[in-house]
């Protein structure tokens, strides 16, 4: 009995609170305006009395401040001049000449003496407040103590009575504290406090009745029967609606209806209670009758939306079980909620302009309506159709609004309509299990929304409706990567990306709209990019593998040359983008999934393909036709990847090589952004083909059948790419590619390109005893003039480095680590001095061929020039140095080593000779180091020899060739200067 005490009190107890709060709240503001204006009084007051006392004084100069500051202020009071005029006629005749001085604006009169303040008034504001509290809440506090303690008293006593008698106990304390503001009611000092007392006793005696009927444990039940203690608790509610009828305040008006239904939900259940607590909130909202507070109708709206939460709460089986029930309280919320609305759309009910209240009315009767709506009806498609005829009824509404009230509450109607009509499609889900599908109904209805506040001129609805219309594209893209994630059977797939696209094409339709009408948005291209996004999840993502490559061409098409006709914002790039996804993805699928049948692959390829045309034929220039041409390449890499690769491996990379020249030509066609990507794609495959050719052509002993002939198919592979190469040097470019930076780095390169081509075919295909000699003849043609014409400079530079190179295979080939031919064999033995002889005939030819004007400056990479400068400076040094080495070489390892000694004595004075045709001083000195070399060697090594005959052959021999060359220095000693 104690809790359900505390349940009455204690809202009686806040709601006086509050009241005596904003009734101090209102006093203490007025008091403080009075303050202030007796402080600015009595502060002129003071300045006049000062000034008159000092004119009575004799002082004839005031202060101007301050009787500038006195002639803004009011005059002071009658009295206070007639009191000063009788002072001054008591004075000596020094003050009669005082007033004889001109007179002031002002009266001459001095002030009263300044009287002191008031305690309260010096108190501060403080002071004043604890006095109001004091004088005010003291008694209302007392008679809530009093009240409290003689509910106890009566209580414990009418422990020891009947049940009867205990509730006329409580209905007789009620009426007590009714009696005041019967008695003194009409008083203003006592009215606050009998007000607060009669609703004290209004909600005793509901209590009292409630308790008598249905609520057993609080000790007051004496009636059994349910229609005469629903009487009683009618009576009770009666007696409070009557109480709020006749309130004076809007927050003691509310408090009775509330504490009206407060019975009804924690005693009575079922229809009856419900049915009740309807009626007294459609009779409470309008109460007074005299006042219609919105406040109250606010209060009184949200009252009984909770007691709606709270009922369904406890009746939730029986709504379950009983339609009749549902449809009572589905009716009940409509009877206390439409009439509310309905007052509200009134011509002259509400304010022009928007205020909280009246919004915070509007927001509340349609909430609790339509949280009524959709707890009650347990069937979800029951819900959806109920909730869907309140929507219509909100746009009804509000097209009436729009029409003759406010705008304002237009716009509140609008938006309550969506949100119910969202409410009701969100409410099948139990029946529209798809999640997709469900998410394409809620975008259809928020585009249809957002087409209405466009036709109908709304620009908060619209930009309500787009933002609704945003979330919903987001939210249906959600839905579709989660489906593309299931992977659900090909129906449910080709249905689920049938939704996604009927919805990009809503989106782009409605970007469409806003664009011709002119609507400002937030962000534009938002809609086109989330149409982009849902066409490349629904038919990259979501649709089966064997559908994905035709849609896409079929659907990213229409979209792509739609955004080229009409150009929605974001659309051209957002579905740009989606070619680009889609592409990705059809190449991860082949790569996962590969090898593939050829027809099955161009299947799937070439649709991919023909969208990268469309894109780069409709993208309107710029970089989208790049980007076509970009995935164009790469569909066409890959495609001759899989294609080929099953037939050989060794395809793949000349395929590369023809469409790297196919690229490089259709340079000539291309402008800007496709230029670039045209040349980028080239490179590309070059790039490809090298890699191919390291990792399987190189190493590959393929042979092709050419009629009667069995070639390696890696020689007809590096044919075909010196050819390339070969075709980029001398390909003409136009004006735009020749400009770009890229063009003119990477076009000096091809040469370099075909001369490691060339060395490669070399390498591979010479035999090892016969690579000097092609390396030799590689560096004779390498320094041709003709050739050099036609190329560049620096060809006669890689001649130079590639005579070394030949030089030096002579020599690794012929020293004693390494495996020599062997002496015996005639082939091995004629290749040494054919490389012999042809690296003979390169040293003379460079004589006449080198150009040493222009061989310092050869161009290309940097370390050209630094062995240009060097052959062009010493050529004799860099070339005949190493032609005198291999030669040694050779006739060390070929012949016989008892006539060694004899052969490199020939040597010597045959580069002696040189030397003094030429008139090479180094030449000589390296003839003569030769020559002290063999003398050292015939008699430390010849000298013991066991033959004879060949000792005194070599000795003559060499001991000849000492002599011709004693004649000829002698001879042509002019030459040695």
Not at 86 to 112: F, H, I, M
Not at 243 to 255: D, E, F, G, P, Q
Request: aromatic share 6%; net charge positive.
């Amino acid at each position: 009995m104690n809790e359900a005490l505390l349940v009455i009190l204690l809202p009686l107890l806040v709601a006086g609170w509050v009241l005596q709060v904003r009734a101090l709240e209102r006093r203490v503001r007025r008091l403080e305006q009075q303050a202030a204006s007796l402080s600015e009084r009595f502060f002129a007051l003071s300045l006049w009395s000062e000034v008159l006392q000092k004119r009575l004084d004799g002082d004839y100069t005031p202060e101007p401040a301050k009787l500038a500051a006195a002639e803004e202020l009011p005059p002071p009071a009658p009295q206070a001049i007639a009191e000063a005029r009788s002072e001054a006629e008591t004075k000596p005749v020094a003050g009669a000449a005082a007033l004889t001085t001109p007179a002031l604006r002002r009266p001459e009169a001095p002030a009263a003496p300044r009287a002191p303040r008031p305690r309260a008034a010096t108190g501060g504001p403080w002071k004043r407040i604890e006095r109001l509290l004091v004088e005010n809440w003291s008694g209302l506090l007392g008679v809530l103590v009093v009240v409290a303690g003689v509910t106890f008293l009566t209580i414990n006593a009418g422990l020891e009575l009947g049940p009867r008698e205990r509730f006329l106990l409580t209905l007789l304390v009620g009426g007590a504290l009714a009696l005041p503001s019967v008695l003194w009611g009409r008083r203003p000092r006592w009215r606050d406090l009998t007000d607060a007392m009669r609703s004290g006793g209004g909600a005793l005696v509901l209590f009292a009745c409630a308790a008598a009927g249905g609520l057993p444990q609080f000790g007051l039940q004496w009636i059994e029967q349910p229609a005469p203690a629903l009487a009683l608790l009618a009576v009770g509610v009666a007696a409070n609606l009557a109480l709020a009828a006749i309130a004076r305040t809007a927050a003691m008006a509310s408090l009775h209806v509330a504490v009206s239904l407060v019975p009804l939900a924690i005693g009575l259940q079922g229809g009856p209670a419900l049915a009740i607590a309807a009626a007294i909130a459609l009779v409470g909202s309008e109460l007074p009758v005299r006042h219609r507070w919105p406040r109250h109708r606010l209060v009184v709206s949200w009252v009984f939306g909770a007691f709606q939460v709270a009922w369904f709460l406890r009746n939730g089986p029986a709504l379950a079980a009983s339609p009749a029930l549902v449809a009572g309280a589905s009716l009940a919320a409509v009877l206390v909620f439409g009439p509310g609305l309905l007052r509200l759309h009134r011509p002259g009910a509400t304010p022009a302009r928007l205020q909280a209240v009246p919004a915070a009315l509007l927001l509340s009767q349609w909430g609790g309506l339509g949280l009524a709506l959709l707890l009650y009806p347990p069937e979800a498609a029951v819900r959806a159709g109920a909730l869907a005829a309140a929507a219509a009824a909100a746009l009804l509404l509000g097209q009436g609004a729009r029409r003759g009230g406010p705008r304002w509450l237009a716009l509140g109607d609008g938006l309550v309509g969506q949100t119910l009509v969202l409410a009701a499609l969100l409410s099948l889900a139990p029946v529209i299990a798809d999640g997709p599908l469900l998410a394409g109904v809620v975008l259809l209805e928020s585009l249809l929304f957002l087409a209405i506040a466009v036709r109908e001129g709304s620009g908060p609805l619209g930009r309500v409706g787009w933002w609704l219309s945003a979330a919903a594209g987001a939210v249906l893209a959600l839905s579709g990567l989660g489906a593309a994630l299931l992977r659900g059977d090909p129906v449910n797939q080709l249905q689920t990306a049938a939704v996604l696209t009927v919805g990009a094409g809503l989106m782009a339709g409605m970007q469409v709209l806003l664009q011709r009408r002119g609507v400002p948005l937030p962000l534009p291209p938002l809609l086109g990019w989330l149409a982009s996004g849902l066409v490349a999840v629904g038919t990259a993502l979501v649709a089966p593998e064997d559908w994905r490559s035709s849609l896409s061409l079929v659907v990213m098409g229409a979209f792509l040359v739609a955004a080229r006709r009409w150009r929605p914002p974001g659309l051209l790039n957002g579905i740009t983008v989606a070619i680009a996804l889609a592409h990705a993805a059809g190449w991860l699928t082949l790569l996962a999934q590969a090898p593939w049948p050829p027809l099955h692959l161009l299947a799937r390829l070439l649709p991919l393909g023909v969208l990268a045309l469309v894109l780069s034929a409709c993208g309107g220039g710029g970089r989208r036709q790049g980007l076509g041409l970009a995935l164009l390449g790469v569909d066409a890499g890959l495609g001759v990847l899989w294609l080929l690769e099953p037939i050989s491996p060794l395809l793949p990379g000349a395929a590369w090589l023809l469409l790297s020249a196919g690229a490089l030509a259709g340079t000539r066609w291309l402008r800007g952004g496709a230029l670039r990507v045209a040349l980028g794609l080239s490179l590309a495959y070059l790039a490809a083909f090298a890699a191919s050719f390291l990792l399987v052509i190189g190493p590959s002993q393929e042979l092709v059948t050419l009629g009667v002939l069995q070639v390696r198919g890696r020689l007809l592979i590096e044919l075909l790419a010196i050819a390339v190469g070969l075709h980029g040097w001398f390909f003409r470019a136009g004006p735009e590619l020749a400009r770009l930076p890229s063009w003119k780095a990477v076009q000096p390169c091809f040469l370099e390109a075909v001369l490691l081509g060339v060395m490669v075919l070399l390498q591979g295909e010479i035999s090892a005893p016969w690579r000097p000699v092609a390396w030799t003849l590689l560096a004779l043609l390498l320094v041709c003039p003709a050739l050099v014409r036609r190329f560049a400079i620096r060809l006669q530079v890689y001649g130079v480095i590639v005579y070394w190179l030949a030089v030096a295979t002579l020599l690794v080939g012929l020293s004693i680590d390494l495996p020599s031919f062997p002496a015996a064999t005639g082939a091995a033995q004629t290749a040494g001095l054919v490389a012999i002889a042809l690296q003979t005939a390169f040293v003379l030819a460079c004589r006449r061929w080198l150009d040493l004007d222009r061989l310092p400056e050869p161009g290309g990479w940097p370390p050209l020039a630094w062995v240009g400068g060097r052959v062009a400076r010493r050529r004799n040094l860099w070339l005949g140095h190493p032609l005198f080495i291999a030669v040694a070489v050779v006739l060390a390892s070929g012949y016989d080593r008892a006539l060694l000694t004899l052969l490199w004595t020939a040597e010597a004075f045959a580069v002696y000779l040189l030397g003094v045709v030429l008139r090479e001083p180094q030449f000589r000195r390296v003839a003569l180091v030769g020559l002290g070399a063999c003398l050292l060697r015939l008699l430390a090594i010849d000298m013991a020899q066991a033959d004879l005959g060949l000792r005194g052959l070599v000795f003559v021999g060499v001991g000849l060739l000492l002599l011709a060359l004693n004649a000829l220095v002698h001879r042509f000693r002019s030459r040695f200067g």
